[in-house]
């Protein structure tokens, strides 16, 4: 046993964090008996560098052996419950880095955690357009969609799928500014004179936006991150979980109550 003044938590951290053997052999053992074959297979190391790691191991009173076995103490299957959990924030911190500062913030109700299995597509340099991308590929396989400020920049790149999308039947709500409602009906006049006329396709608008837009579809949430003043979609994170959808439910009736219907202009056939 390592004398109690000896380490600090700190250093308990850095040598498990040091070599990523510790940790996984560490979680292995907090799942079962493993045997030093098993370990040794799992980790890809040698025998004396797992025997090196058990014996530091019992040192700390973090893993018993019975027989040829060993198997995490209540005190190991703790710490390897609490290096999961570090790692797991840590993996969700890097995913999202980039991106938080247009994330919706914790006074909407909106946390970090909510978002720890989102997939995160962030428009690069090398590629700007690939948060439009996934969104298409959420949008081909829903049947509804409602969107609280899709913005231009998104929807513009996606149109053609949005609107054979209205033409399959897809039942459509997109609650947006007016100009951006303006610019789809200018822009595209024959299909958007189409689409407002169809039962399952609803454009409303509304003058006061959060700073990001809110897309529900059948089994995700996609939250679409722009820049301010100009609209530029710096990514698009999406997720089935359902905090996040219970969230974003919340977030766009509250906007839906307010909103009114787009007055039409005449769009040319």
Same mark, same amino acid.
């Given at each position: 046993?390592?004398?109690?003044?000896?380490i600090?938590p700190?250093?308990?951290?850095?040598? $498990?964090?040091?070599?990523?053997?510790?940790?996984?052999a560490? #979680?292995?053992?907090?799942?079962?008996?493993q045997?030093?074959?098993? $370990?040794?297979e799992?980790?890809?190391?040698?025998r004396?560098?797992i025997?090196?790691?058990?014996?530091?191991?019992?040192?700390?009173?973090?893993?018993?052996?019975?027989?040829?076995?060993?198997?995490?103490?209540?005190l190991?299957?703790?710490? #390897?419950?609490?290096?999961?959990?570090?790692i797991?924030?840590?993996e969700?911190?890097q995913?999202?880095?980039d991106?938080?500062?247009?994330l919706?913030s914790?006074t909407s109700?909106?946390?970090i955690?909510?978002?720890?299995?989102?997939?995160?597509?962030?428009?690069?340099?090398?590629?700007?357009?690939?948060?439009?991308?996934?969104?298409?590929?959420? $949008?081909?396989?829903?049947?509804?969609?409602?969107?609280?400020?899709?913005e231009?920049?998104?929807?513009?790149l996606?149109?053609d799928?949005?609107?054979?999308?209205?033409?399959?039947?897809?039942?459509?709500?997109?609650?947006?500014?007016?100009?951006?409602?303006?610019y789809?009906?200018?822009t595209?006049?024959?299909?958007?004179?189409?689409?407002?006329?169809?039962?399952n396709f609803?454009? $409303?608008?509304h003058?006061d936006?959060p700073?990001?837009?809110?897309g529900?579809?059948?089994?995700?949430? #996609?939250?679409?991150?722009?820049?301010?003043?100009?609209?530029?979609?710096?990514?698009?994170i999406?997720?089935?979980?359902?905090a996040?959808r219970?969230?974003a439910?919340?977030?766009?009736?509250?906007?839906?109550?307010e909103?009114?219907?787009?007055?039409?202009?005449?769009?040319?056939?």
């Open positions: 046993m390592l004398p109690k003044t000896a600090t700190l250093d308990d951290i850095e040598f $498990l964090a040091r070599s990523e053997h510790r940790v996984t560490l #979680a292995a053992l907090a799942r079962r008996p045997s030093r074959a098993d $370990l040794i799992m980790t890809g190391t040698s004396s560098t025997g090196r790691t058990l014996r530091e191991f019992e040192q700390r009173q973090w893993i018993e052996k019975d027989g040829h076995q060993f198997e995490a103490t209540q190991g299957g703790f710490v #390897a419950a609490g290096m999961r959990e570090l797991d924030r840590l969700t911190e995913r999202l880095r991106v938080w500062q247009w919706p914790e109700g909106f946390t955690e909510m978002a720890s299995d989102a997939v995160v597509t962030v428009a690069g340099a090398d590629d700007p357009y690939s948060p439009m991308r996934r969104f298409e590929s959420l $949008l081909r396989d829903t049947t509804t969609v409602r969107f609280l400020r899709p231009v920049a998104l929807m513009d996606c149109f799928l949005l609107y054979q999308r209205v033409e399959d039947g897809v039942d459509m709500t997109l609650i947006d500014r007016p100009e951006c409602h303006t789809f009906l200018s595209y006049p024959n299909r958007s004179s189409k689409m407002v006329k169809r039962d609803t454009i $409303l608008e003058d936006f700073p990001y837009g809110i529900l579809l059948d089994d995700c949430v #996609a939250i679409s991150c722009y820049e301010q003043g100009n609209g530029t979609v710096h990514a698009v999406d997720t089935d979980a359902p996040v219970e969230w439910e919340s977030t766009y009736e509250s906007y839906r109550r909103a009114r219907p787009h007055a039409l202009e005449s769009v040319a056939e």
